[in-house]
């Protein structure tokens, strides 16, 4: 698998992501209706014209979901055993149909897991920015990562 194990990330590394996402208004839909999500500013092109945005805005949840799965072949494919947890997600800029997506993803920390041994506890920081290189959405992620082996 080409995902990372526990003792193979590296503190304060820095994954610049390759894969990146034009996001279009069918993925909009499609994710808002399939979460029935009604909200309008996400589906509704007449409500969303008289917001402060003039258009519609792609749900901030599809954002978070694709900002990670970008990230995954580079460090978690095969190797995670499940995400602990998600904090400090912000979103500081609005996302739109044809916006494209690239991510970076840093480890901010990491440590063996006290109950698991062979296993240990990544935080990674995720960061997505649109065509401008603007910052569109941060989240610190846990996740509980296999060990190559259990010294690891």
Same mark, same amino acid.
């Given at each position: 698998?080409?995902?990372?194990? &526990? $003792? ?6 820095? /994954?610049?992501?390759? +894969?990146?996402?034009? #996001?279009?208004? !069918? =993925? ?24 402060? &945005? $003039? ?6 949840? /599809?954002?978070?979901? +694709?900002?990670?799965? #970008?990230?995954? !072949? =580079? ?78």
């Amino acid at each position: 698998m080409a995902g990372l194990y &526990f $003792g193979e990330f590296e503190i304060g590394h820095v /994954f610049e992501h390759e +894969l990146r996402r034009t #996001i279009t208004e !069918s =993925d909009n839909m499609l994710f808002s209706n399939m979460t029935l999500n009604p909200q309008p500013l996400h589906i509704d092109h007449e409500f969303a014209k008289n917001t402060e &945005f $003039g258009k519609p805005l792609v749900n901030s949840i /599809f954002t978070l979901g +694709l900002m990670i799965g #970008i990230s995954v !072949s =580079d460090t978690t494919l095969g190797t995670t055993v499940g995400n602990l947890g998600m904090s400090d997600t912000q979103f500081p800029r609005p996302v739109f149909h044809g916006d494209t997506i690239h991510v970076t993803t840093e480890v901010a920390a990491k440590r063996a897991s006290k109950s698991r041994p062979g296993q240990g506890i990544v935080t990674f920081i995720h960061r997505a920015y649109n065509q401008d290189n603007k910052l569109v959405v941060i989240c610190h992620r846990a996740a509980l990562m296999r060990g190559r082996n259990k010294s690891d």
